[in-house]
């Protein structure tokens, strides 16, 4: 996981949430389910890169692909109060985009998480800028797979535990880990052993829009900067 930057309210949200009490009624008509894709794009554009808030896969603007995530639950008797508060709206993948095919189980991610919330051990990616010194990556040759692990030198190790399980990021009955893995093998492959220089690994990262960067970061610490 790593830290994302959220960026002021924008005015388009604030016209057009403008009287909304409950979630749904952002999607109650075409118009306002346009004006809701507008959000997750801006979002999803301009704070996340196109990745999933928690699992960092490539997503899309596809309802299929992702949904807009309240970090504090919305639900009554969490925090209805936060249901139109820019600062708790994130992207998360559907948790099914590491599945073997036809298995439209949402493993992970927002899903997963749904209403749970601690509140003393949630890890918030928007709010807690050194998020990624909480894990650390295994890779495992024999498998093919890549792990995330909990750093033994985390500030505290109950919440990156939390964090793992309630957002179910190594399921081994999805294809997650592996793609982890194949990401980093084409970084390794186009990239490190083709030794380009500063300038264009830029420009190839750019222009792959890389899935799991911070396990690429924690790899090539100083080649991963974005
Ligand atoms: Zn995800």
């Not at 504090?72 to 998360?92: A, C, E, H, I, M």
């Not at 040759?141 to 995330?148: D, T």
């Amino acid at each position: 996981m790593r830290y994302i930057q959220k960026l002021e309210t924008p005015d388009f949200f604030i016209t057009d949430t403008n009287g909304l009490v409950l979630w749904d009624e952002y999607s109650d008509t075409f118009e306002m389910r346009t004006k809701k894709r507008t959000l997750k794009e801006y979002i999803l554009k301009e704070e996340q890169q196109y990745l999933c808030i928690y699992c960092e896969s490539k997503i899309t603007l596809s309802p299929e692909n992702s949904h807009i995530e309240h970090i504090k639950p919305k639900d009554v008797g969490r925090y209805p109060q936060l249901t139109f508060d820019y600062f708790n709206l994130v992207v998360s993948c559907e948790g099914k985009c590491h599945n073997e095919e036809d298995d439209n189980r949402k493993y992970n991610c927002g899903h997963n998480k749904d209403n749970n919330y601690d509140e003393n051990l949630f890890l918030n990616p928007t709010l807690v800028e050194d998020i990624s010194d909480y894990f650390e990556y295994e890779t495992f040759l024999e498998n093919s797979i890549s792990k995330i692990k909990i750093k033994e030198s985390s500030k505290d190790l109950s919440k990156a535990e939390y964090m793992l399980n309630i957002l179910n990021l190594n399921d081994e009955n999805t294809i997650i880990t592996k793609s982890r893995y194949l990401t980093l093998l084409k970084f390794e492959n186009d990239v490190i052993a083709e030794n380009l220089t500063d300038e264009q690994i830029q420009i190839w990262l750019k222009e792959e829009n890389l899935p799991f960067i911070s396990l690429l970061r924690y790899k090539y610490p100083n080649i991963i900067n974005l």
